[in-house]
């Protein structure tokens, strides 16, 4: 398995645009975290799904966020619109049963 | 709630050894510690269950109090490739996701 995939690496835009950051999860976990990480606050769980299911989204800053998981290979966080604050990597990870998170290699984004 | 780690940074020479500690004002299910090196997404080094375990990785083992809502983890020996920002990431229930802490940045140099 080629492990968690993120895309894209990098991202730059501007204030005000909309963002949409992807992730694949391995096959066959059943979990999939967005966390953000900043200098300041460390890495911040955001939302999770169990099964495609939302299960939790109360780190979600603003309504400006969204998550979707249509399907068990596939998930998006959506920032619109988006702020310089935004600016952070951001992370998906997956897991079978919550045990050993598997990261992707996250997406750098700057919101200028 | 966030654990708390500590140090923030320690600086080692080779061969040194170092215990990173991480704390939670909440009973603690599980304990789980990551690695990240610069630029790079966190890697799985153990988890840790309530009953007060202790567990090995090469030279890097940890250990959980449940009591005291704490775990330390331990570098022995350390080399360079072991620098890194350590996280722990603190589980309240088997159902529950992790919070990490602040992380504790490690340096090894020669």
């Known amino acids: 398995d080629a492990g968690v995939i993120q895309s894209p690496r990098h991202e730059v835009t501007e204030m005000g645009q909309e963002v949409t950051l992807r992730c694949k999860p391995i096959?066959?976990?059943?979990?999939l975290f967005w966390y953000r990480q900043t200098m300041m606050r460390g890495l911040e769980l955001l939302i999770y799904?169990?099964?495609?299911?939302?299960?939790?989204d109360s780190g979600m800053p603003e309504d400006r966020f969204s998550a979707k998981m249509p399907n068990a290979s596939f998930s998006t966080l959506k920032i619109q619109p988006s702020e310089p604050r935004d600016s952070a990597v951001y992370f998906c990870?997956?897991?079978?049963?919550?045990?050993?998170?598997?990261f992707g290699q996250g997406t750098r984004l700057t919101v200028v | 709630q966030q654990p708390v780690q500590s140090p923030q940074a320690v600086i080692l020479r080779e061969g040194e050894d170092a215990v990173i500690n991480c704390s939670s004002s909440k009973a603690l299910y599980s304990v789980h510690w990551y690695r990240q090196k610069h630029g790079e997404a966190p890697v799985f080094l153990m988890i840790l269950l309530k009953g007060g375990e202790q567990k090995g990785h090469e030279k890097i083992s940890a250990s959980f109090n449940e009591k005291k809502q704490q775990s330390s983890l331990y570098l022995t020996a350390s080399q360079l490739s072991y620098s890194g920002t350590y996280f722990c990431g603190t589980g309240h229930s088997g159902n529950t996701p992790l919070v990490f802490g602040k992380g504790t940045r490690l340096s090894v140099i020669a």
């Open positions: 096959s066959g976990h059943d979990y």
């Open positions: 990870a997956s897991s079978f049963g919550q045990i050993e998170a598997f």
């Open positions: 799904f169990n099964n495609n299911v939302p299960i939790d």
